[in-house]
């Protein structure tokens, strides 16, 4: 009886550890994680007014060095030190390459 309880512990364990596994190495998607940008920004990043910039075709590096200053305060933001805190570095690089990619010719939502 406790050897049937004991396998079944480890197989318990080893099916708890292959979940987390998968699930830390799945891949970001920065189109889910740009959701949370729509609002402000429009979909895609499209949105052109005066108040917020279009983050469509913005390049990678700059998108990723403005969410982290955001994120770190030394960037001014009336809203966006607080939005970029709720953001990883995997899923700020994530949203970056997405944005890269889209054209900034897009729906004005």
Request: proline fraction near 5%; aromatic fraction near 6%.
């Amino acid at each position: 009886m406790n050897r049937k309880l004991l396998l079944h512990s480890v197989v318990l364990a080893g099916s708890l550890c292959a979940v987390g596994t998968a699930t830390a190495e799945s891949r970001i998607s920065g189109e889910m994680m740009a959701n949370a940008c729509a609002p402000c920004h429009g979909t895609y990043g499209h949105l052109e007014n005066e108040y917020m910039p279009p983050l469509a075709g913005m390049p990678e590096q700059d998108f990723i060095e403005g969410m982290k200053a955001f994120r770190e305060g030394t960037r001014p933001a009336t809203i966006m030190d607080r939005v970029a805190r709720a953001f990883s570095d995997e899923e700020i690089e994530a949203m970056a390459e997405f944005y890269a990619q889209q054209t900034d010719g897009g729906d004005n939502e």
